[in-house]
């Protein structure tokens, strides 16, 4: 089986996406994501799984960037992003917009993503690779 690529690659999304219309707003929320080659992937990933928005804080690198166009495939371009120095202030505009906001965090007492229930619009907040999310969100 070989894989599709240009034209029948475009088809078979848009045939999916018709099918397939997710069921809840996703918006993210990158907290000093230090890493370009991360931000890049989490742009990929945003584009794949149809995020409405990418909301880069604090140290996060920004497009444009040579890392993030090239591991992200130039997906930045498809999805709304915008910076917000300080987070808890990005925190605060995405609960006035109406989202549940979602630490996506390893410590110990967290609750594992598959047991949280979720509401229509969701926002994940992506910490630092070594310090996590702020205590503070």
């Not at 742009?43 to 920004?62: K, Y």
């Not at 808890?88 to 047991?115: F, L, M, N, R, S």
Request: aromatic residues 8%.
């Amino acid at each position: 089986m070989r894989p599709l690529i240009g034209t029948p690659l475009k088809r078979f999304l848009k045939q999916y996406r018709r099918a397939n219309q997710p069921d809840r707003v996703l918006s993210f929320i990158l907290q000093s994501v230090e890493y370009p080659t991360n931000v890049g992937s989490i742009f990929r990933l945003a584009d794949g799984i149809g995020v409405d928005e990418v909301i880069l804080t604090g140290i996060t690198p920004q497009p444009p960037n040579p890392t993030i166009d090239k591991v992200s495939r130039n997906k930045h371009q498809r999805i709304d992003w915008r910076y917000v120095k300080d987070p808890v202030e990005a925190v605060q505009q995405q609960k006035a917009a109406g989202y549940q906001v979602v630490a996506v965090e390893i410590a110990e007492g967290a609750t594992p993503y598959h047991e949280t229930v979720y509401s229509d619009k969701v926002c994940l907040v992506v910490g630092h690779e070594d310090q996590g999310n702020t205590s503070g969100l």
